[in-house]
């Protein structure tokens, strides 16, 4: 096996641990019961930033942005960012699991919006077919109705879903300005505790010992989760194995009827076929895309 494939081998093993973190973080989050979406993210972030801090500290990396220029970009993902968790939090607990991820999966349609906007990356006619029918298909899922009583939760799960697809342009941006990918994630972790620790104090909500321990087992599983899909896109590049990021869908509809006794309904069905259908066909467009413009050079 060349040493192309093994990367590729590594990447997709990879991300779909990291579908399987990002699964389990949604069901503990879940399991903790009737607590704020701004608690659980403090903890969450919390638990994110000791770990980046005790890499970036035995990699002896300096806790500092590499360039002024960058600063500015890097609250932007941190706010997109901390919108992203709030608004798939808010989700998570009023819906079923599996349409909350995905709602959240909506993130790389627009991240290929944000880039074309931000970064001035191309973009092609089939990349906003694919986004016009990915948003259709949502619909579905988020059942637009002044009767449907879940209808603001779905709203803010979608928008959590349009913020980490922003959070996840910026970091493209970032990194490709060389900055550190641990600095990233100990900046918006840090960012995000700031930003809920006044709630906390203000609002908290007394927690049992159970509460309790599903929120730390839901920031270690965000950090397996964060550091897992960090892992995968340094092993093969997104138009490779990003499509397997949607496996996700799969385990919180799997884990949601285990554990909550969740089952999506048929409209919801319908919204996971369409959503995945244009995934994958960008996954094959993109990658042909890639191909043509290797031959070119």
Do not use: W
């Not at 879940?30 to 659980?40: T, Y």
């Not at 290929?112 to 986004?131: R, T």
């Not at 950090?223 to 093969?236: K, L, V």
């Amino acid at each position: 096996m060349s040493q192309t494939n093994k990367n590729l081998k590594s990447g997709v093993i990879y991300i779909l641990l990291s579908a399987v973190c990002f699964t389990f973080m949604n069901a503990f989050v879940r399991l903790a019961g009737d607590i704020p979406s701004m608690q659980k993210s403090f903890f969450r972030n919390f638990i994110a930033l000791i770990f980046a801090f005790i890499l970036l500290k035995s990699k002896k990396i300096p806790i500092k942005t590499k360039k002024k220029e960058n600063l500015k970009f890097l609250i932007l993902r941190s706010v997109l960012g901390t919108i992203g968790i709030l608004g798939n939090f808010y989700a998570v607990d009023k819906l079923v699991l599996a349409d909350a991820s995905m709602l959240n999966k909506m993130s790389p349609f627009f991240g290929v919006l944000f880039s074309f906007i931000f970064l001035k990356e191309n973009l092609k006619p089939f990349h906003v077919i694919a986004l016009v029918t990915a948003f259709l298909g949502s619909l579905f899922i988020i059942k637009p109705s002044f009767e449907n009583l879940l209808l603001v939760p779905a709203i803010i799960g979608f928008i959590g879903g349009v913020s980490a697809g922003g959070a996840y342009t910026t970091v493209r941006y970032l990194g490709e300005k060389g900055e550190s990918k641990l600095y990233i994630v100990f900046f918006f972790s840090s960012f995000s505790c700031l930003t809920t620790l006044p709630y906390l104090l203000f609002n908290y909500h007394h927690m049992s010992l159970g509460q309790l321990g599903f929120l730390i087992l839901a920031g270690l599983a965000a950090t397996g989760g964060q550091f897992s899909i960090t892992a995968a896109y340094t092993h093969a590049p997104a138009r490779e194995i990003s499509v397997y990021d949607y496996s996700q869908v799969i385990f919180s509809a799997v884990l949601g009827y285990i554990i909550f006794q969740q089952t999506p309904d048929k409209y919801s069905f319908l919204g996971y076929a369409i959503i995945i259908s244009m995934a994958v066909l960008m996954f094959f467009f993109n990658k042909k895309e890639h191909n043509k413009s290797e031959l070119k050079e």
